[in-house]
């Protein structure tokens, strides 16, 4: 287990191993600031800075994004779901891997999943940016 307490965002990388792997999560604890429009949580081929997984949540729009740029650069099709967070108010989003798809966990319930567009092993980094203090980020 690796943990970061209290980066800077945005706040940028290297996955342990430099890859995803099955069985395995991340988990970051933080808060959105109020007044916050949006922040995300992004998994990356470091290389080309393409996001394999974009989730995206988005205050201004009362809505979780998730999607992928991945291999060239251009958006897929968004899949949305209703916005779990509270403005001011501390989370915990749990990503896990599975065989075939991320899995979300907010708050200590399942908030929805996400099926892979990619081989797991491109991504090889994370990328934090947006509205919002983390206070940790544990790769487990």
Do not use: C
């Given at each position: 287990m690796t943990s970061?307490?209290?980066p800077i965002i945005p706040f940028c990388v290297s996955l342990p191993g430099n890859k995803?792997?099955?069985g395995h999560d991340?988990?970051?604890g933080?808060?959105?600031f109020y007044g916050a429009?949006?922040?995300s949580i992004n998994f990356i081929q470091s290389s080309s800075q393409t996001r394999l997984f974009h989730l995206d949540?988005?205050?201004d729009q009362n809505e979780t994004v998730l999607n992928s740029n991945y291999p060239d650069g251009c958006w897929?099709?968004?899949e949305r779901t209703p916005?779990?967070?509270i403005l001011g108010k501390k989370f915990n989003i749990e990503i896990k891997f599975s065989a075939d798809r991320f899995v979300i966990i907010v708050d200590f319930q399942y908030h929805c999943d996400f099926v892979y567009r990619f081989d797991m092993s491109e991504a090889d980094a994370l990328l934090i940016e947006g509205d919002v203090n983390i206070n940790s980020i544990q790769f487990n």
């Open positions: 970061i307490l209290n995803l792997n099955t991340v988990v970051v933080g808060e959105a429009q949006r922040f949540f988005r205050f897929a099709q968004e916005l779990p967070l």
